[in-house]
């Protein structure tokens, strides 16, 4: 007789299970739509401008990639470290992009996250472009702003023990940019940071990047800029980095010998700038290449 009641209770505990992974699916979406839509004060003390969510800052979701057609993802896995998962949808960001990105989270500081953002064009360009600002500067900030609009991301960080952190864009997609107009007669812009970026600051998880250094990188070395953003997600004063992973993180398909000699350059670089004191390329403890960097003193 038992052995006949089994099954149907098997049925009632898999429809009882069932039933309550349901229950929570619905709450987990109505808890990113409901931060999604609430207006959320970002907070981020001792910045200007230069600050960015570490998980953002090692995976390839921004990439010092050559100039020309840009790669189309669609919902593809970023190179990332393990204790995340991010996927992307939309045009490759470049550095130039990450500039921009930073620029407006700093000038959305004093409005609550979600409201309405003005801002003057020409403002925005001299901060985040030295030199004379034309038409040229014009046309690609426009073009820089739709891309982020359009860019879709989905976000999934990991305590060490495996165990989810946060989640973002998961049921509601997630763009940089969550609205975005342009007054031709004021020339100004005016745009919305989606909530969700103060889930990606929180518990301290954002590096304060040195922006003066930063606007004084040199042209065509982009890399410079991968790497100070990546060293600044950690107070070690040695970093090591694996080679493959790096080229791969800053989606660079040549061969690793011209990767080497870009990364040789970039490396020259943020030693000119007393960002780094010393770099060496070497064999790392399970025979693979990897870079080592020694943090200048004034940058621990």
Known sequence: ???????????????????????????????????????????????????????????SFIAPIARGRRKRHQQTEMVTRKDCALQYTGEQ???????????LIAFAQPFRLGAAVPLNRKELLRRIKPGGIGSTQY??????MKRLREGVLFLEARKPDGTIRYTVGKMHSFNVLKELDYDGESETYTYILDPRWVTMF????????DWGKRMRIGRGLDMAKTLQRLLATSSDSVQRYALDWLKAKMEYTSPMRKFRTALDA????LKRLEIIANKRVEDSTKGKLQLVLWLHRGDQ
């Open 202 to 209: 929180g518990n301290q998880e954002y590096s304060l990047i």
């Open 266 to 269: 970039a490396c020259d670089e």
């Open 139 to 144: 046309a690609w900030l426009y073009t820089s």
């Open 1 to 59: 007789m038992d052995a006949g009641l089994a099954p149907a209770r098997r049925l009632t505990y898999e429809r009882a299970l069932a039933h309550v992974q349901q229950r929570a699916a619905e709450a987990a979406d109505r808890s990113e739509k409901t931060a999604a839509e609430t207006p959320r004060q970002l907070f981020l003390p001792g910045f200007d401008i230069g600050a960015f969510p570490n998980h953002l800052n090692r995976s």
């Open 93 to 103: 960001l470049d550095e130039a992009d990450g500039d921009l990105i930073m620029a």
